[in-house]
């Protein structure tokens, strides 16, 4: 019960966090900078324990997780900034990368987000 419990409580704690951060505003902001199309839709959810973010390139969908909702607004701009470019390159492949590596934080990013998957729970 206690673990159940522990599980329920981060989980409504990631989501009271969430909402204090804006999706859409930030996808809006990033699109601007880096000329990349808009998403049709951009949401927290808090079904993804294994992936930061995903995107559906076929309705233009990208979901982020509530896991990051602690994050810094950096790491967060970062996921968002992944996910957005899958709109213009649906793999990982050299163009993906080059479009990327315009994100000045992307490397630090990248080791904040290596250090939070090893260091916090995936509940």
Do not use: K
Not at 21 to 50: G, K, M, Y
Not at 72 to 78: G, K, T
Not at 97 to 120: C, T, V
């Amino acid at each position: 019960v206690d673990e159940h419990v522990a599980s329920l409580s981060a989980r409504i704690e990631r989501q009271i966090r969430s909402e204090h951060i804006d999706l859409t505003d930030r996808a809006d902001r990033l699109c601007a900078e880096f000329e990349l199309p808009p998403p049709a839709s951009i949401r927290w959810v808090s079904n993804q324990h294994h992936r930061w973010g995903s995107c559906t390139a076929a309705d233009r969908t990208i979901r982020i997780s509530d896991r990051l909702a602690q994050a810094p607004p950096f790491v967060v701009d970062y996921v968002v900034l992944h996910e957005l470019t899958h709109l213009v390159e649906a793999n990982h492949g050299a163009r993906f990368s080059q479009l990327m590596e315009r994100y000045p934080l992307g490397e630090r990013a990248e080791g904040y987000l290596l250090a939070l998957a090893h260091l916090a729970p995936s509940s």
